[in-house]
Each structure stands twice: as C-alpha cells, then as structure tokens.
C-alpha cells in the first residue's frame, strides 16, 4: 500500500466515523496561551480531510484562528471519539458560503450567510485519533476485567496521518 492508499483509508475511516454526529468542538488558543472549545456543526458532511464551518465575521473563533491557525476539533457519539488536529483559514468564496450554508446557519448567524458577515472556515487536518467500541461489547469486557484483573478490550483505538 501506497503512502496515498493510507492516507485514502484513513480519511475514509474517519469519514464513517463522524457521520452522523452533527455537533463537535473545535478548540483554538487565546492570546494568552490558553485554550477555547465551543460547539459547531459542520457544513460540509463529506468529508474528505477539511472541515467547513461557519461564524460570524467578529467572533472569536476567527480572532483566534486569525492570530494561530492551529485547531483541534472533537467529534463525540455513541461508542466514538474523533479527535483532529490541523490548520484553520478564512475562505472568502461567497459561492462557497452559498453551497455550505445549512438550513439554520441564517438564524444562528442572524444574517444572510452570503453576506460579509458571515465567515467560511476550512480547517485542513492533517492528523487524528480515534477510538470505536461497540457498547455490550466493551461493557461486558470491563466487568470480565474487573473479575478477572485483565486488561479491557475498550474497542479500537488508531492514530492516523490525513
């Protein structure tokens, strides 16, 4: 396998991964060093390596990407969590705006998503880690750990190059 076929695999693991979970949470850094999260839907749900969201021009999440690119955002569901890591960017493609914007992005954004108060962020991840566990099945191996002090099956666990 190609350096390319791993990296195609790995970005359609996470795809499978993260469909179906509407809400994660990107987290940035503060001027002082400190770290942010705070909940967003993703626009794009095809994944293929970037992630698209959008916000209003002066929020903070575009203050702080502006003044350090580097994100993290989190996807949490049922028997999975994603976390990616990579580099966030203001597209100025009002086309973009059009195609990407939800059916509730007008209310959250109170305007219109094609206007220039509104900002389209692509993140391009370039890393990741993931864990998947099916629920009976892990829970089950916790309580034969705890009987018989060996070491849980907690599903699977991969940190992956996008």
Same mark, same amino acid.
């Given at each position: 396998m190609t350096d390319t076929d791993g990296k195609?695999?790995?970005? !359609? &693991?996470?795809? !499978? +991964?993260i469909e179906g979970i509407d809400t994660c949470v990107i987290a940035t850094h503060t001027p002082d060093g400190g770290i942010v999260t705070r909940p967003m839907t993703v626009q794009d749900r095809d994944f293929d390596g970037d992630l698209w969201f959008m916000t209003s021009r002066d929020s903070d999440l575009v203050e702080q990407i502006t003044a350090d690119a580097q994100v993290n955002v989190t996807f949490v569901g049922k028997g999975t969590w994603v976390s990616l890591r990579g580099r966030a960017e203001l597209v100025e493609d009002p086309q973009s705006k059009e195609e990407l914007a939800g059916a +509730? &992005?007008?209310a959250f954004l109170q305007a219109d998503p094609k206007s220039p108060e509104a900002a389209l962020i692509q993140v391009n991840t370039d890393a990741g880690e993931y864990w998947s566990s099916e629920g009976a099945k892990t829970m089950f191996s916790m309580i034969k750990a705890r009987v018989t002090g060996e070491r849980p099956d907690a599903g699977k666990n991969d940190t992956v190059e996008l």
């Open positions: 195609t695999q790995a970005v !359609e &693991t996470i795809k !499978e +991964l +509730l &992005t007008s």
